[in-house]
């Protein structure tokens, strides 16, 4: 990183700040969150939460929770657009990651939408792949991408795939077209 961000673990007392990073990071994206994180979040099974601040002031945070007995839920990956590609988000993943194998879990998953290629970069590059496409009314049924990874299974990095995100194509056309091999969730609530 070229700045010295402190990253911390945060309880749920630090909600309310992070509605407004959430709120702040994801409307860049014109994606608006309808539910308060506490109404998400509070409650969840192994909740781990992550700020990261730069001299005092938050710059990001990341949250996740049990999703299922063996699959760890990465809920939020936020960083300021001042702040990104520095390896904030690697840094949350990361800390995930090493939170969900230290209590069992085999499996790590994330949703993200195609507005926010640096995450699907990102989930690219350290071993996550699309597993599903998602649709709930806690999203305004905008399109999910889920992305999931087996701890201590390496796969190869889709190579076209990550050259379609780069390109800034919409992959989640291309997903469908291979949804054979994905699962298609349809809700009509969030999970």
């Not at 959430?22 to 994606?31: A, H, K, M, Y």
């Not at 781990?48 to 939020?76: Q, T, W």
């Not at 209590?103 to 597993?131: A, D, S, V, W």
Request: proline share 4%.
């Amino acid at each position: 990183m070229a700045f010295a961000v402190e990253i911390s673990e945060v309880t749920e007392a630090e909600f309310p700040l992070m509605d407004v990073l959430r709120d702040t990071v994801f409307g860049e994206f014109g994606f608006v969150s309808r539910a308060p994180l506490e109404r998400g979040l509070a409650d969840k099974k192994d909740l781990f939460l992550l700020m990261a601040h730069l001299e005092g002031n938050p710059v990001g945070f990341s949250g996740g929770c049990r999703r299922k007995p063996f699959d760890f839920y990465i809920n939020y990956v936020a960083v300021l657009k001042d702040y990104r590609r520095q390896g904030l988000g690697r840094e949350f993943v990361t800390r995930m990651e090493g939170f969900a194998r230290s209590r069992g879990y085999e499996r790590i998953e994330f949703n993200t939408q195609n507005r926010f290629p640096g995450m699907m970069r990102l989930g690219l590059k350290l071993g996550y792949r699309p597993i599903g496409l998602e649709q709930h009314d806690g999203t305004m049924y905008d399109l999910q991408i889920r992305f999931g990874k087996t701890f201590d299974k390496d796969e190869p990095i889709d190579a076209r795939l990550l050259a379609a995100i780069e390109a800034g194509d919409e992959i989640a056309g291309m997903l469908r077209e291979r949804s054979g091999r994905l699962r298609i969730i349809l809700r009509s609530e969030a999970p």
